[in-house]
């Protein structure tokens, strides 16, 4: 079992690190939202299809209005803008600013009506975390001749806090009891969100398959494949056979692998600043969750929340 267990975790490890670099192949000439709205309609599919031949029952009717807005807030808010930042954010960079959404979890879980407040040690990794994300996206004393894009930057905050909103909320939605039946009707719901949005803005105006390169095709293939299908089947076996906060480890792991694999395969920067930044803002989040006396509560929501 601990062989199992191990792989499983290995491969969201390097599985999800490896979707931001992905997503930095897949929007080069693929549109951002109508790309993660192809990934998650082929996905949610294959997912659905499998539960429903496996005996899932589908989900209710109350069980689909709160998978709309979860697959809203997390696959178009947190997916959707991740994908639209990184045409001019480098991908590990945005892995870092997404790895922070712990931090965005506490935050949402505070103000929320009968929330759980943080406490003093929480506050204080709090601020540490926030140091190392304004080192890491601040002015140009600090950029190493690295400028970031800020509109770009404000998105992934955007989706950060998305991200932690919908994770929040999913605690207390009437949601279906099988984790992979749940995921594919998410996933579903959030690539109707996604096409909504690619066709308001006019990203297909233009648009013509025949100008897709194939390191785009091959992106959108291994999110599809590898991203959401072999992530998320070790994922939800992981919940039921590992610790939560043993599977939550993954939040502490993907960012540091994104930023090499970006570094290795994408030629994107590797500074002092986002080697100081990684070790401030996954520091903090340890940190956090350490010190949190409900811990398992705030590591589960990083587990629903923080996917690529």
């Given at each position: ?31 951002p939202f109508f790309h993660a709205g192809l990934r998650f309609l082929v996905s949610g599919l ?263």
């Open positions: 079992m601990k062989t199992k267990v191990w792989l499983a975790l290995l491969a969201i490890y390097i599985v999800w690190g490896s979707t931001y670099l992905a997503i930095r192949f897949a929007v080069e000439t693929l549109p294959i997912l659905l299809a499998w539960r429903k031949l496996a005996g899932d029952p589908l989900p209710t009717r109350p069980q689909w209005k709160s998978l709309a807005i979860i697959g809203t807030l997390l696959l178009l808010g947190g997916n959707g803008l991740v994908s639209w930042a990184e045409q001019t954010i480098p991908s590990g960079v945005a892995a870092l600013i997404i790895g922070a959404v712990p931090m965005f979890l506490v935050i949402a879980e505070a103000i929320r009506p009968g929330g759980v407040k943080p406490t003093w040690r929480v506050i204080i990794g709090l601020l540490i975390g926030f140091t190392g994300i304004y080192l890491l996206v601040g002015p140009s004393e600090f950029s190493d001749g690295m400028k970031l894009n800020l509109a770009g930057v404000i998105v992934l905050l955007l989706a950060a806090s998305l991200w932690a909103v919908g994770s929040v909320y999913s605690k207390h939605a009437d949601l279906p009891k099988s984790a992979l039946m749940m995921t594919g009707a998410e996933m579903l719901m959030g690539s109707l969100s996604l096409f909504i949005v690619s066709a308001a803005t006019g990203e297909l105006k233009g648009f013509s398959f025949a100008q897709v390169s194939g390191s785009s095709w091959l992106g959108l293939a291994y999110l599809i494949t590898f991203g959401s299908m072999i992530g998320f089947v070790s994922y939800a076996w992981l919940l039921q056979n590992a610790p939560i906060s043993l599977v939550a480890t993954y939040a502490y792991v993907n960012p540091l692998v994104a930023v090499f694999l970006g570094f290795l395969f994408a030629g994107e920067d590797l500074s002092l600043r986002i080697l100081a930044a990684s070790v401030i803002i996954i520091g903090s989040v340890v940190f956090i969750n350490s010190g949190n006396r409900r811990g398992t509560r705030v590591e589960n929501d990083t587990s629903k929340g923080n996917r690529e």
